[in-house]
């Protein structure tokens, strides 16, 4: 199907929360405020925020968009998007969608406190429960609320091995958090306040790895795991890692162990890949809509990651109207009905400036949104917005390490 320009942003936002700056998942974190900030700027400039489906309908020619349009959407389903986007949302009379992994549904029949209780003067904001993932409860309020709409983001939206070849080891401080989700799917809803990287044991070799839906999986041998895990316990666990030489020290006790015995590992089978990615992109979607009681009609690639099969398993056999993919702010703005792009333009750094880093926010929130209607003046904003970043980048001041 040939593509066409869409004049219009639809951005990516993740958590809208305060006080997440310790935590690995920070970055995806803009601040309650700066969010608040957005929406009035929206509203104070005549923007009207559109649904996918009149994003949808638009590119099939069977809509028209307002003159002003934005779109506002929210991966990965956390619990703030119920505390405070959606209360903000709704006082600006802004509407979004919230895609939701499946895997990280709170399974809890709860539904917490938000911002208009604090309004309401029934509790006080420092009481707000908000760092975790949406419950089936508040899910299913969002979805009858007319502002929030919801839809899918596959199941799992995680990590997989692709590959046998190593490429690092788990250890203290490593990035590598899905080791856990993929060892203990169940608890997937609670890593953000109760995360234990030692449920994985630390030396355990990281191979090439990929976006779930992208990777045909590899699974390791697991004597090799257990001999790399047991010789790093040996040799003083935690403080292991504190030698200089520990990647070369495991490096070769795998060499060793391999040099003795041909390594089990496996790969999983076309049928069982096939399997799987119908389970990420079906199975996920007949969840939604059976805990929901409604259509899902759209769904975002976790990471912006797909290709032509999922693309076309998403649409044919799932019965997707449309998938979303994700770009940068450089990204062209034309897109396909049944495949459309979205701009992550970044929310809150771990910067030591933070008010430089405010500036650089505003400048690129307010750039992308006007840029994205045909006014190219705002290309300034937006490349002043995109170096201010680079430069406190290459400083070492934006992003963990």
Known sequence: MPSKPLDL???????????????????????????????????????????????????????KLPQKPVALTFDDGF??????????????????????????????????PNLEEVWKGRCARE?????????????????????????????????????????????????????????????????????????????VPVYQFEKSVLARRFFPDESLDQSLADFVRENGGVGFFENPDWREQLFAVAADFLSVQKSSGYYESEEEHTRRLEEELIGSKRLLEAGLKCQIDFMAWPGGGYDETCQKLAIEKAGYLA?????????????????????FFGQAYRSRF????????????TGL?????????????????????????????????
């Open 127 to 203: 009481d707000l429960e908000w760092w975790g993932y949406l419950s089936w409860p508040e899910l299913r309020e969002l979805a009858s609320s007319g502002v929030i709409d919801v839809q899918g983001h596959c199941k799992t939206h995680t990590w997989y091995f692709f590959g046998d070849e190593i490429a690092d080891f788990h250890h203290p401080g490593d990035p590598y958090f899905w080791l856990v989700w993929n060892s203990r799917p169940q608890d997937k809803h609670l890593w953000l306040k109760k995360f234990n990287p030692e449920a994985v044991p630390y030396g």
């Open 79 to 112: 619990l703030d998007n119920w505390v405070f986007a959606y209360p903000l949302l709704k006082k600006y009379g802004m509407k979004g969608t919230v895609f939701v992994a499946t895997d990280f549904i709170d399974p809890r029949e709860i539904c917490r």
């Open 369 to 401: 949104v006007n840029y994205r209607l045909g006014k190219k003046a705002f290309r300034l904003q937006i490349i002043a917005a995109n170096l201010m970043r680079r430069v406190l980048r290459h400083r070492g001041r934006i992003l963990p390490k």
């Open 354 to 365: 933070p008010s430089l880093d405010r500036w650089r926010m505003r400048l690129l929130f």
């Open 9 to 63: 942003a639809i951005l990516i936002y993740h958590s809208i929360a305060d006080n997440a700056e310790n935590h690995v998942w920070s970055h995806l974190s803009l601040p309650v405020e700066e969010f608040e900030r957005q929406l009035r700027y929206l509203r104070q400039k005549g923007f009207t925020s559109v649904s996918l489906y009149d994003i949808y309908e638009y590119l099939n020619g069977e809509g």
């Open 323 to 343: 998938t979303f993919s994700t770009g940068f702010w450089q990204t062209p703005s034309y897109v396909t009905p049944q495949l459309i792009n979205r701009s």
